[in-house]
């Protein structure tokens, strides 16, 4: 009698203990419940960023769209490494990971992914500056470096069955775009990119090329949990088949990638002809506009330039637009209403760049100044402020450019930027940047001297201009 009592106890026991679990909700239940949608990514161009005017990045505004389809907020994890984010997928400690990944098998056995939303190639990087890479074989005469945990890893390992002396350095501390940077600076002489990475990084590290694919299109997609519950994959493929058919994802690719072969930074036969076609029509408001803020109208010429090729009609991947690529933010500061009217859009910028040279403090001189106001009009005030709190940890001087030259591209280093209060940035674009309109202020110094007697640029005002500072 005790026996049979002790067992209906224990079946009562089990009966109301187990109900909770049999009627916990889903993944995307809890997530609604929650209000908060928790995505893993990199910290990457490609993928997310901590741009001059918050968070941007392919994947973040691709994660966010899903974030307000579900009707949560978006949280944004970034691990330290590649092999991270496959860790936190198994441990559940995202709901999904949104970082650029390429579909392989050897993944597919770890994780679900979802539909494929773009086609990339991976390709074999070098610089310019060497010989071109015909073949795998030739890459055994040079150094080629890798993120470790990547779909770049495992396509080696693939051509290394029929190419036995193929070797190669992984990183566990590094992204592609650094990898990428030290090819541009000669300190490696390969590292393997998808086609996307090289199309972004390419319009500042001037001298990369791809030598060759090594792998046929690939699709890129989002990494989701390989459990039982399948509520928010589901739910992530009703979400790709509407932004599919109704063209926000091909809106969203052309405002981040379309734009990358409209741009070409190195050429000088194309901005020579631009003086000559384009220049003429702007000239007068840049020397107005700089005449009122104190500046010199050949560097402000020289950074619309770098910023939209003189196209009063240029729009960014951010929605930065016009000839000065204003964000809307800083156009509503600025009291512009119109960034696509030419003059609203050059008076406006050289308003902003004065106002930041302004705020700099007192000991930066010139010409370090103008150089500090350039990085900051395109990285950001407070991320220039972080790369000087780094000269002075690294005792070099916080006050001059020569110096801040060399800190910040840390902002792309997790070591670095943890120690910042801004946070990561892509710190080597605003140095590319600077040195950029140094040149085009130079050539276009040049060609007014070279055109002195052309009737098109022919103007009193370029004898009593002032040399830049």
Not at 2 to 14: D, P, T, Y
Request: one cysteine or more; charged letters at 25%; glycine letters at 6%.
């Amino acid at each position: 009698m005790a026996f049979s009592l002790l067992i209906l106890v224990c079946l009562i026991l089990f009966i109301f203990k187990g109900i909770p679990l049999l009627f916990k909700p889903g993944i995307l239940k809890q997530i609604e419940n929650s209000g908060e949608l928790v995505v893993v990514s990199r910290n990457s161009p490609t993928t997310y960023y901590e741009g001059p005017e918050g968070p941007t990045g392919f994947e973040y505004e691709l994660a966010e769209k899903f974030a307000n389809f579900i009707g949560v907020k978006l949280k944004i994890v970034t691990p330290d490494n590649l092999n991270e984010i496959f860790s936190m997928l198994d441990k559940n400690e995202a709901h999904l990971a949104a970082a650029g990944l390429t579909i392989t098998e050897a993944r597919k056995q770890r994780v679900r992914f979802g539909p494929g939303y773009q086609e990339i190639k991976e390709q074999l990087i070098y610089n310019n500056q060497d010989i071109k890479p015909e073949t795998i074989e030739d890459l055994t005469f040079g150094n080629l470096e890798v993120v470790a945990g990547s779909s770049h890893v495992e396509k080696l390992e693939e051509l290394k069955k029929d190419n036995p002396d193929l070797v190669w350095n992984e990183h566990d501390d590094m992204e592609s775009e650094q990898l990428l940077q030290l090819v541009e600076d000669r300190m490696i002489d390969y590292t393997i990119a998808d086609s996307n990475e090289l199309a972004l990084n390419q319009r500042f590290l001037l001298e990369l090329r791809a030598a060759f694919d090594i792998s046929e299109p690939q699709q890129l997609a989002w990494a989701f949990p390989l459990t039982d519950d399948t509520s928010l994959y589901d739910k992530a493929m009703v979400f790709f088949w509407q932004i599919i058919n109704n063209g926000e994802l091909t809106q969203l690719i052309e405002r981040h990638y379309g734009h990358v072969s409209k741009f070409d930074y190195v050429g000088n036969r194309i901005y020579l002809r631009h003086i000559a076609t384009r220049l003429t029509e702007y000239q007068h408001m840049f020397i107005e506009s700089s005449e009122k803020y104190n500046l010199d109208w050949r560097l402000l010429a020289a950074v619309g330039y770098q910023e939209s090729h003189w196209n009063p009609r240029a729009v960014s991947p951010t929605g930065v637009r016009g000839i000065m690529m204003l964000t809307l933010q800083t156009a509503g500061q600025l009291g512009i209403k119109n960034r696509l009217d030419p003059e609203s859009s050059i008076y406006g910028g050289a308003k902003y760049l004065s106002q930041i040279r302004n705020r700099l403090p007192e000991q930066i001189k010139e010409p370090d100044r103008t150089w500090f106001a350039l990085a900051s009009y395109n990285v950001g005030f407070y991320h220039v402020e972080d790369a000087r709190i780094i000269a002075q940890k690294q005792g070099k001087d916080p006050n001059k450019w020569i110096d801040i030259k060399s800190t910040l591209p840390l902002l792309s280093r997790k070591k670095w930027y943890k120690q910042t209060r801004f946070g990561y940035a892509r710190g080597w674009e605003p140095v590319r940047y600077v040195e950029n309109i140094r040149r085009y202020y130079d050539l276009l110094n040049w060609q007014l001297s070279k055109s002195d007697t052309d009737e098109e640029l022919e103007h009193d005002v370029f004898s009593i201009l002032p040399p830049i500072l």
